[in-house]
């Protein structure tokens, strides 16, 4: 009967040291920074301890996501942050994190954790229009003499406590089992090694934050509208006309007007101003677009008549914020652009189904599917809607009629 009694309380005090081995500094909460227009959060962030999550998606190389971590030390012990990193190195995506040097006891402390897409992941590298990856960062609480944080299980008075416990009780219960079989003795031998080895060991974890990262990169495409207008400037003025980056312009020799009467200083050049815009954002195939509405300012002349062989106009006016809304999906205007530009947008024959054009113009003669099938056109307005095809997109003016 004593001899159970005994085995009782030596087995539970297996379990005494792992009360003793919890250290109280943990993560508290996660914040989002900053975040780029195009980047996905499939899930929230999660923690627990000092180990957290992320689960990311990228669609435009250049964009990146920053979290604040806040963690807290609950204890007395100040430590120091390793400036050591483990995360992998990536080949197409930068992982970083930044973090003040202590940790002070019984305070908190921020740390940034950074991803960012920033090299274009070749097209072999994509399987089913997504590239995935993984990371993982191990950082290390020291101790401010640099010494790695390893909690022991049992210390100082406790531990003294606990073996004076353990020996006291392992005696006697030797004393009590010879007088049984030697079939008693040996099991109380191997349980007594087994309890010296929680008492004089070390936790196995130690002290760190572990950051894991999961990221996905969709495959995306690009949606570019092409537009011109016209204008009219005086030699003078076309030698300081300012456009922006995205704006070229060619100004005729062989076209002018001349405003009020005919004289030199008043004769006005016809220039063209060709415009070329990306989407700022970048859409994976299947992923709903919204067409883009633009402003544009522009010169027009009024009054114009011809006069001797002359072209004569009352006056020359400057129209602001001229809303650019009615577009196409015109076979006619790309195979032009790309000829123009050198580039390679390109058009299917299914891409009217593909593309799922909607919220058009109820008024339009024929339906999509004809319009496409006899003369590759789809005309549409700003805040129209269609589905992303698996090639870059070129929008253009509709056509003259």
């Known amino acids: 009967m004593y001899v159970k009694k005994l085995l009782f309380i030596l087995f539970s005090l297996l379990f005494i040291p792992v009360v003793f081995a919890k250290e109280n500094v943990s993560i508290e909460k996660i914040e989002l920074v900053s975040k780029d227009d195009n980047v996905l959060v499939n899930s929230e962030p999660t923690f627990s301890g000092l180990e957290m999550n992320y689960d ?5 190389v250049g964009d990146s996501i920053k979290y604040k971590v806040l963690i807290k030390n609950d204890t007395s012990n100040d430590y120091k942050i ?39 992941i070749v097209d072999s590298e994509f399987v089913n229009e997504r590239y ?23 210390s100082g008075a406790m531990l003294i406590l606990l073996l004076v416990i353990v020996f006291v009780l392992y005696m006697g219960l030797v004393i009590l089992v010879n007088k049984k079989s030697m079939l008693i003795k040996i099991p109380i031998l191997i349980i007594g090694g087994m309890l010296i080895i929680p008492i004089f060991s070390k936790a196995l974890e130690e002290l760190k934050i572990t950051v894991n ?33 995205n704006t070229t312009y060619n100004c005729s020799d062989d076209q002018f007007y001349y405003v009020g009467s005919v004289s030199e200083e008043n004769k006005y050049y016809n220039c063209l101003f060709s415009v070329v815009v990306d989407d700022p954002n970048r859409y994976y195939a299947g992923e709903d677009v919204t067409v883009l509405e633009f402003e544009s300012d522009r010169i027009e002349l009024e009054g114009c008549r011809q006069e001797d062989e002359n072209d004569i106009c ?84 509709r056509l003259p009629s």
């Open 82 to 120: 390793s400036s050591e990193t483990s995360f992998s190195k990536s080949n197409y995506l930068k992982y970083e994190y930044e973090v003040s040097d202590i940790l002070k006891a019984n305070s908190s402390i921020e740390v940034l954790v950074t991803i960012t897409y920033n090299k274009e």
């Open 56 to 60: 990311i998606a990228f669609k435009k």
């Open 213 to 245: 990262v999961k990221v996905e990169v969709l495959k995306t495409y690009k949606v570019t509208y092409s537009y011109g207008y016209y204008g009219y400037y005086t030699k003078e003025q076309i030698k300081n006309i300012k456009v922006p980056e």
């Open 314 to 397: 009352d006056n020359i006016i400057e129209v602001e914020g001229r809303k650019l809304s009615s577009w196409g999906y015109i076979k006619e205007s790309i195979d032009y652009f790309n000829e123009k530009y050198n580039t390679n947008y390109t058009y299917l024959d299914n891409d009217n189904i593909v593309m799922n054009f909607r919220n058009l113009d109820p008024e339009n003669e024929y339906p999509v599917k004809d319009w496409w099938k006899t003369g590759k056109l789809i005309y549409f307005y700003s805040g129209n809607h269609f589905t992303m095809p698996k090639h870059d997109v070129l929008i253009t003016p």
């Open 132 to 154: 995935d990856e993984t990371n993982k960062a191990v950082v290390k609480l020291l101790t401010l003499d640099n010494e790695e944080v390893n909690p022991k299980t049992t």
